[in-house]
């Protein structure tokens, strides 16, 4: 569907002065209504916005705004609690079997040093320093 002519698109307000839009008052709303134009208003010879036409889902208050505000707010808090406790549980989760590792690691060095002496392999000493390192991390 074509747009007239006489209604240019643009996402740019238009600007009119008072008289101009007292007279023109019933084109304008329906102009906000059909093609979401918003219309500045300005006092006659003084360029500064007064007031505006928007569409009526536009049209928001500050205590619908701050309802809004509020209500994300609980929202994103209530999520933040969530990933922190997830997170606390993860840390115990990870320190449990960490340190159920260590002690089978222990268990392995210590069958190991029964079987065979430090120092008698070098690929088991290179182990055992590698385990050293890791341990001191």
Same mark, same amino acid.
């Given at each position: 569907?074509?747009?007239p002519?006489?209604?240019?698109?643009?996402?740019?307000?238009?600007?009119?002065?008072?008289? %101009?839009?007292?007279?023109?008052?019933? *084109?304008?709303?329906?102009l906000? %209504?059909?093609?979401?134009?918003?219309?500045?208003?300005? !006092?006659? /010879?003084? #360029? +500064? #916005?007064?007031?505006?036409?928007?569409?009526?889902a536009a049209? +928001?208050?500050?205590? *619908?705004?701050?309802?809004?505000?509020? !209500?994300?707010a609980a929202?994103?808090?209530?999520?933040?609690?969530?990933?922190? %406790?997830l +997170? &606390?549980?993860?840390?115990?989760?990870?320190?449990?079997?960490?340190?159920t590792? &260590? $002690?089978?690691? $222990?268990?392995?060095?210590?069958?190991l040093?029964r +079987?065979?002496?430090?120092? /008698?392999?070098?690929?088991?000493?290179?182990?055992?320093?590698?385990? $050293?390192?890791?341990?001191?991390d």
């Amino acid at each position: 569907m074509a747009v007239p002519a006489s209604t240019p698109r643009s996402d740019q307000p238009r600007t009119l002065p008072l008289r %101009e839009v007292r007279t023109r008052l019933t *084109q304008l709303v329906a102009l906000a %209504e059909l093609t979401d134009t918003v219309t500045v208003v300005t !006092r006659d /010879g003084d #360029p +500064r #916005p007064v007031a505006a036409i928007v569409p009526a889902a536009a049209a +928001r208050t500050m205590a *619908q705004t701050r309802a809004d505000a509020d !209500r994300l707010a609980a929202v994103t808090s209530g999520w933040a609690r969530r990933l922190d %406790e997830l +997170r &606390r549980q993860s840390g115990r989760r990870h320190a449990a079997e960490l340190g159920t590792l &260590r $002690a089978a690691l $222990a268990q392995a060095w210590a069958e190991l040093d029964r +079987r065979a002496a430090p120092g /008698g392999d070098p690929a088991l000493a290179r182990l055992r320093a590698a385990h $050293a390192d890791l341990l001191a991390d």
